[in-house]
């Protein structure tokens, strides 16, 4: 007589449980919790485009900055420059800025565009018409190029006479 095959209930009555050490439950736990804290971090929005304001003065202009000082590539980021030089503008502003910091940038353009624009190996000149009262308000409409890995950091002055007169410095990091 043959002795009969056992026919299993289920197809996963053979399939073995495998043995869970405590150090493997402590790091499965420890995974977890961080996942969730970086899941509720961008939840609360955390994780987005993080914009502060800088102020500077000198040569009787004041200058304020929003510019984004942590970001993600692929995100649209504020850079809004105010000049404010009370009595108002008689000439034209030269606005100068270092040329590597917006590498990070995919462009839109400059509001207002500039009735003039030069450069050197370093650093871009743009000539702004004066505006009528003592604001101007330059805005650049860009996000952050999703090749861009690290940040960099810049500056942005008022130049007369080929003399910055007032300068902000300033550095954004990007995250992933």
């Known amino acids: 007589m043959r002795p009969t095959a056992h026919v299993p209930d289920s197809v996963?009555?053979?399939?073995?449980e495998r043995a869970r050490t405590?150090?493997?439950?402590?790091?499965?736990r420890g995974a977890v919790a961080l996942l969730t804290v970086i899941v509720?971090?961008?939840?609360?929005?955390?994780?987005?485009?993080?914009?502060?304001?800088?102020?500077?003065?000198?040569?009787g202009h004041e200058l304020s900055l929003t510019y984004p000082r942590v970001a993600r590539a692929?995100?649209?980021?504020?850079?809004?420059?105010?000049i404010r030089k009370p009595g108002g503008f008689s000439e034209p502003?030269?606005?100068v800025v270092e040329s590597d910091y917006f590498d990070l940038f995919e462009t839109q353009g400059w509001t207002p565009e500039p009735s003039a624009e030069t450069s050197d190996a370093s650093r871009t000149y743009?000539?702004?018409?004066?505006?009528?009262?003592?604001?101007?308000?330059l805005g650049f409409d860009a996000y952050i190029q999703p090749s861009s890995q690290l940040g960099h950091s810049?500056?942005?002055s008022v130049s007369e006479k080929g003399v910055d007169?007032?300068?902000?410095?300033?550095t954004t990091w990007l995250v992933p």
């Open 74 to 82: 692929g995100l649209d980021v504020p850079w809004d420059l105010t």
């Open 12 to 16: 996963l009555d053979d399939v073995r």
């Open 154 to 156: 810049g500056s942005v």
């Open 22 to 28: 405590p150090a493997v439950a402590r790091l499965r």
């Open 40 to 59: 509720a971090l961008g939840a609360v929005g955390l994780l987005g485009v993080r914009s502060v304001t800088t102020h500077a003065a000198g040569g």
């Open 93 to 95: 502003v030269v606005i």
């Open 165 to 170: 007169v007032a300068t902000l410095e300033f």
């Open 126 to 137: 743009m000539t702004i018409d004066p505006p009528p009262g003592d604001t101007l308000t």
